[in-house]
């Protein structure tokens, strides 16, 4: 058997190494010319790291993560945390894995490193994806023909391989932007931040902060609606002064934070409505391709992560019957990641209420939730940190899937 796989992000490069590690033979297109990222930080939780693990990367990932004490989240004015739930050391006490912060960049050498160079071709870029009863091929723009017997979209928001064998459409503008910035962490170090999980929710906008790169950098992300024309497009500027305007009548900690970073980077936030089906025939999509979400879960990545090793053990167990092991892939993993979807968008809606009616009603929710958890997880937090990917491919997460997700 013979995969290939359309993009060497975060899910394609996992899908290459669980791949390699079950004795299946692969190709990972890219039509990058270098594996580089963009600057942002990046949440892991233990669902997602569990993988990471899973592969024999647990220990270089201590290197550069860091792991936070609590999630807190605090109201504008004031700073006060109105709901706190637990990470470090429960997190891991209880699911088996930690809860840790990176740098993307730092996540994507992490698996780039291992690949089979001999199997990986850069500066490639597909221009159609086809298929019989036998095989699946693509063909690039400089005229090679790729065959394999199984193709696998990883290729993002804008995969060529959902345009082009699913129902093609252009991602959905959720009205809203974010604005980030990583900075050196001595550059912040007299506002004395503990190494945390922060969401500061005000009217119309919140403020997303945390220590990355094993503490040396500080990553934080400003979400809030827009007018302005924003591309996806993480090379987007814009000035300290017009990021700090918008956090007038603020306390004081995200406005210093801001003033501290040189250089902000904008994009437009979007997603996708969940496809009718991952899977036609012998192609199989996954990661943003198949469930691009906004960030209010901060599952992206970490659903992409569950998705390869899911889809790998998938064709390990049934690659006697490849569309056969595709559609059950496909049964595995459709669900829990369409309802990230939805309630990623749910959660846009809470954190950016607008009258004081509103703000203090959601204030009000999420302290009476902070007091009734006692210290615990949430039912979604347990949700969303139980689940366990190759118990998900044997078939034996019965206890996960009796959960109730969002109660």
Same mark, same amino acid.
């Given at each position: 058997?013979?995969?290939?796989?359309?993009?060497?992000?975060?899910?394609?490069?996992?899908?290459?190494?669980?791949?390699?590690?079950?004795?299946?033979?692969?190709?990972?297109?890219?039509? !990058?010319?270098?594996?580089?990222?963009? %600057?942002?930080?990046?949440? =892991?939780? *233990?669902?997602?790291?569990?993988?990471?693990?899973?592969?024999?990367?647990?220990?270089? =990932?201590?290197?550069?993560?860091?792991?936070?004490?609590?999630?807190?989240?605090?109201? @504008?004015?004031?700073?006060?945390?109105?709901?706190?739930?637990?990470?470090?050391?429960?997190?891991?006490?209880?699911?088996?894995?930690?809860?840790?912060?990176?740098?993307?960049?730092?996540?994507?050498?992490?698996?780039?490193? *291992?690949?089979?160079?001999?199997?990986?071709?850069?500066?490639?870029? /597909? &221009?159609?994806?086809?298929?019989?009863?036998?095989?699946?091929?693509?063909?690039?723009?400089?005229?090679?023909?790729?065959?394999?017997?199984?193709?696998? %979209?990883?290729?993002?928001?804008?995969?060529?391989?959902?345009?082009? /064998?699913?129902?093609?459409?252009? *991602?959905?503008?959720? %009205?809203? !932007?974010?604005?980030?910035?990583?900075?050196?962490?001595?550059?912040?170090?007299? =506002?004395?931040?503990? /190494?945390?999980?922060?969401?500061?929710?005000?009217?119309?906008?919140? +403020?997303?902060?945390?220590?990355?790169?094993?503490?040396?950098?500080?990553? @934080? =992300? !400003?979400?809030?609606?827009?007018?302005? $024309?924003?591309?996806?497009? @993480?090379?987007?500027? &814009?000035?300290?002064?017009?990021?700090?305007?918008?956090?007038?009548?603020?306390?004081?900690?995200?406005?210093?934070?801001?003033?501290?970073?040189?250089?902000? +980077?904008?994009?437009?936030?979007?997603?996708?409505?969940?496809?009718?089906? @991952?899977?036609?025939?012998?192609?199989?999509?996954?990661?943003?391709?198949?469930?691009?979400?906004?960030?209010?879960?901060?599952?992206?990545?970490?659903?992409?992560?569950?998705? !390869?090793?899911?889809?790998? #053990?998938?064709?390990?167990?049934?690659?006697?019957?490849?569309?056969?092991?595709?559609?059950?892939?496909?049964?595995?993993?459709?669900?829990?990641?369409?309802?990230? /979807?939805?309630?990623?968008?749910?959660?846009?809606?809470?954190?950016?209420?607008?009258? *004081?009616?509103?703000?203090?009603? #959601?204030?009000?929710?999420?302290?009476?939730?902070?007091?009734?958890?006692? %210290?615990?997880?949430? $039912?979604?937090?347990?949700?969303?940190?139980?689940?366990?990917?190759?118990?998900?491919?044997?078939?034996?997460?019965?206890?996960?899937?009796?959960?109730?997700?969002?109660?």
């Amino acid at each position: 058997m013979k995969v290939i796989i359309v993009g060497a992000g975060i899910g394609g490069s996992t899908l290459a190494l669980s791949l390699a590690q079950l004795g299946i033979d692969y190709v990972l297109v890219e039509q !990058a010319p270098a594996l580089t990222t963009v %600057g942002a930080g990046i949440q =892991l939780s *233990p669902n997602g790291v569990r993988v990471l693990e899973q592969l024999g990367l647990g220990e270089p =990932l201590k290197q550069f993560c860091t792991e936070p004490d609590f999630h807190k989240y605090s109201v @504008w004015d004031t700073g006060e945390t109105v709901l706190k739930t637990p990470l470090q050391p429960m997190v891991k006490a209880t699911y088996g894995h930690a809860y840790y912060h990176a740098h993307r960049a730092d996540l994507i050498d992490l698996l780039t490193a *291992p690949l089979d160079s001999s199997r990986l071709l850069m500066n490639t870029r /597909v &221009a159609s994806v086809e298929q019989n009863e036998l095989s699946a091929w693509v063909t690039t723009t400089d005229g090679r023909r790729i065959e394999g017997d199984v193709i696998v %979209g990883a290729d993002g928001i804008h995969s060529i391989v959902r345009d082009q /064998v699913f129902k093609p459409g252009s *991602p959905r503008d959720s %009205g809203y !932007a974010s604005w980030r910035g990583v900075i050196d962490s001595d550059a912040i170090s007299h =506002l004395d931040i503990p /190494v945390s999980a922060y969401v500061d929710m005000g009217p119309r906008l919140s +403020f997303v902060y945390y220590f990355v790169s094993g503490g040396k950098k500080f990553n @934080w =992300l !400003a979400l809030g609606r827009t007018n302005d $024309p924003l591309r996806e497009s @993480w090379s987007q500027t &814009a000035t300290r002064e017009e990021v700090i305007d918008a956090f007038d009548g603020w306390y004081d900690r995200p406005k210093q934070i801001i003033e501290a970073t040189p250089t902000i +980077f904008a994009t437009a936030l979007h997603d996708r409505e969940p496809p009718d089906s @991952w899977v036609n025939g012998r192609v199989a999509l996954m990661g943003d391709a198949a469930h691009a979400m906004l960030p209010y879960h901060a599952q992206g990545a970490v659903q992409s992560l569950e998705d !390869a090793w899911v889809l790998a #053990r998938t064709l390990e167990r049934r690659g006697d019957s490849l569309p056969g092991a595709l559609k059950h892939y496909e049964s595995l993993r459709y669900d829990r990641a369409s309802l990230l /979807v939805q309630q990623s968008r749910s959660a846009e809606g809470w954190y950016h209420v607008d009258t *004081p009616e509103q703000i203090e009603s #959601r204030n009000a929710r999420f302290r009476s939730t902070s007091a009734r958890l006692e %210290g615990g997880f949430s $039912p979604q937090q347990h949700w969303l940190y139980s689940y366990d990917a190759d118990s998900a491919a044997l078939g034996t997460d019965d206890k996960w899937r009796a959960l109730r997700p969002w109660s």
